[in-house]
């Protein structure tokens, strides 16, 4: 402004005597830039609103509420602790709560970044926004409303976007003294044009220029713009910062440890293995695999069924399905219960890995999950072979 009205009087007083001082160019370009930057900190700011809200989009809008035995759709806000709050296949989790009756696969990759859908069943933990893949499920609600997982990772990306890093308090507090100080250097030129030469329109040109020059846009504008972006984008791709000093000091970071395969992987597991136990047949294997998967919706299963039409395989039907909470499956097929699951199944029903062992062992050193295959028939229980899962990086 002060460059600006200089240059207007300037203009006004010495425009038809020559070329006069004007700094029109260099108000227009200060302006410029400060626009542009608050231009930009509300683009960081509209996008970054828009990551969190893809995270409240993840909250239901609606629950089912079983109340006096009697089974009601509510809206979200009018759930209270205690309720009881029915959750079927493939419907987002709507509160943190218990379960209490039922059991399924429950979808949490938005919390822990699993890739596999963890079991549940009664007694054990859930979080609102995560979707459950299988099985009827009633959960008592525990946490509602601001009071959830969900919400109150939504408040720290609120929060981190709001917090002032380190170094922003570093530039708040020069900026306090910065400004004061290029104020009085502007007047003591100011002063000192005009008692050594007593022309004060040359002195006042020499202070807006000490103003001009000492303009510190970029002190002010960087460090904010730099942090609304930064939370947003990152938001955006599913990493949650939980306040600016962490974004910080984020550039000195030399090792990352990731602990679920989901933070790394596409989340889309596929079968990269069939191991028939010796005298059985790798198709045979996969067929009978596939037979009992057909009955289940977990992404193993969906892996399994890719594969054995992959290979054009005809599939027997199952009957009899019954889902094994953490451990896997069991179905009756062509006459015979084959079941299908971890290394805790087959222990409880007694098998021994025998010659699959090793194999077993080098797969899961390779990052694979395994899976058994047995079939049983009367008392007799036989092991038919292994299936190994992985995961793209």
Not at 158 to 177: C, L, N, T
Request: charged letters at 20%; a neutral charge.
């Amino acid at each position: 402004s002060a460059a600006y009205g200089l240059s207007v009087y300037l203009l006004w007083r010495h425009g038809t005597m020559g070329m006069a001082h004007l700094y029109f160019e260099a108000s227009a370009t200060v302006i410029t830039l400060v626009l542009l930057g608050k231009w930009l900190e509300g683009r960081a700011k509209r996008q970054t609103a828009a990551a969190i809200h893809a995270l409240n989009a993840l909250r239901p809008a609606t629950a089912h509420v079983r109340r006096d035995g009697i089974e009601v759709e509510v809206a979200i806000d009018q759930v209270r602790v205690g309720d009881l709050v029915v959750v079927r296949p493939g419907e987002r989790i709507a509160v943190d709560g218990e379960v209490s009756e039922g059991h399924s696969h429950v979808d949490e990759s938005l919390i822990t970044g699993e890739s596999l859908p963890v079991a549940k069943a009664v007694g054990a933990k859930v979080t609102g926004g995560a979707i459950n893949v299988e099985g009827v499920m009633t959960v008592r609600t525990l946490a509602v409303g601001t009071e959830t997982m969900l919400a109150r990772i939504i408040r720290m990306v609120e929060s981190a976007q709001a917090a002032k890093a380190p170094i922003q308090r570093i530039v708040d507090r020069v900026s306090a003294v910065f400004v004061p100080v290029v104020l009085a250097i502007a007047a003591l030129t100011f002063v000192g044009w005009v008692a050594v030469t007593g022309n004060w329109e040359q002195a006042l040109i020499n202070a807006v220029a000490v103003l001009v020059i000492a303009c510190p846009c970029a002190l002010g504008l960087a460090t904010p713009t730099a942090i609304m972006a930064g939370t947003g984008v990152a938001a955006r791709q599913g990493i949650l910062i939980k306040d600016a000093q962490a974004l910080e000091v984020a550039h000195s970071v030399t090792t990352v440890a990731f602990d679920k395969t989901g933070t790394l992987t596409e989340g889309r597991p596929s079968l990269a293995a069939v191991v028939p136990a010796p005298g059985e047949d790798r198709a045979d294997v996969l067929r009978l695999a596939g037979a009992l998967q057909s009955v289940s919706e977990h992404p193993l299963a969906r892996a399994v069924l890719d594969q054995a039409r992959e290979e054009k395989l005809t599939l027997p039907a199952a009957s009899q399905a019954k889902a094994l909470p953490g451990r896997g499956l069991t179905a009756t097929v062509e006459g015979s219960v084959l079941s299908l699951g971890s290394s805790r199944l087959l222990q409880e029903l007694g098998v021994p890995t025998g010659a699959l062992a090793q194999e077993a062992i080098r797969l899961e050193n390779e990052g694979r999950t395994i899976s058994w295959l047995t079939r049983t028939t009367g008392q007799q229980v036989d092991l038919l072979g292994l299936l190994a899962f992985g995961d793209t990086v």
